[in-house]
């Protein structure tokens, strides 16, 4: 083929090259945000942990999915029953069902009244035994080291057994031996277990507080001074670790005993109320959170 020939063969090319349809790039597609993590801390409270009871019902009925799960004393025993699975109107048949006497367990030379086993079995025999990283949510029970003072957060092993540990109100229970250490309840230290929420990665905690608030009256007994000052200082030890929560949700039962458990029905149906009267704050830190997750990050 002559030298022109070729060249004009190789413009021709070209040309019809530069005729090629142009083609927009594809817009890149942002990922969509990300579900925030929600926390559910559950504080103690003796009886009147019922009242968590009430305010799962309410959040299953609103739409907000739990993902992780803290307890503390009796919020771990409701904790440990929601994360293996229970829903709230299974944690409600169980509870009506429950005889106080099936969790006491009278033994008067352990430094405590109540040595603690029934309980523990009865959480284990709820949750099929399985340890606390078998569970259907993640889980962590708060308790106490009796020997350092340090907060332990339980978040593998015997599930009934931590919660046992969790529970072990000082001279009512016996302390709980675990791997050689003893370990009494989680509200020594941890009245509301926001942090251990936090822990187990959550975003967003909703804390439930039940504890007893002091009323204003002044007690006149030695025992009313003391027990009086012990609530002083849980409400100050608490309120530090409630202004990381990102929401609180108070139920009230302050007019309800630790003992109460003939209060049940009144415990539960506080928890729905608090619960209930929370659900538009909820919504507005999960949008929040969905909107701006470094913020909360930072939280």
Known sequence: MAPRTRSLLLLLTLALAGCAPWRR???????????????????????????????????EASGIHVDVVAGTSAGSVVGALYAGGMDAFALQQAAL??????????????GGLVQGRKLQDY?????????????????????????SGQRV?????DTGLAVR????????????????????????VSPVPVDAAR????????????????????PTDMLGILGRSVVIMGQHLGAQELARADVVIRPQVDALGAADFAQKDRAILEGERAALAAVPLIRARLAAAQAAPAAVASH
């Not at 069902?97 to 367990?105: T, V």
């Not at 284990?124 to 106490?144: C, H, Y």
């Not at 822990?199 to 002044?218: E, H, K, P, Y």
């Open 153 to 157: 957060v339980f978040t593998h092993g």
């Open 97 to 110: 069902a429950l005889d106080e006497d099936a969790l006491r367990d009278v033994h008067l030379f352990g």
């Open 123 to 147: 959480v284990d025999g709820l949750v099929q035994g399985r340890p606390i990283e078998r569970l259907k949510r993640p889980f962590a029970a708060v308790a106490t080291d009796l020997a």
């Open 25 to 59: 790039p594809a817009p890149t597609v942002p990922p969509p945000p990300r579900k925030p993590v929600i926390g559910l801390a559950l504080g103690g409270g003796a009886a009147k942990g019922f009242a968590h009871i009430g305010v799962i019902k309410m959040l």
């Open 199 to 218: 822990q187990l990665g959550a975003d967003v905690v909703i804390a439930v507080d039940i504890s007893t608030r002091s009323d204003g009256r002044l």
């Open 165 to 188: 540990a969790s529970c072990s109100v000082p001279g009512v229970f016996e302390p709980a031996a675990i791997g050689g250490r003893r370990y009494v309840d989680g509200g020594v």
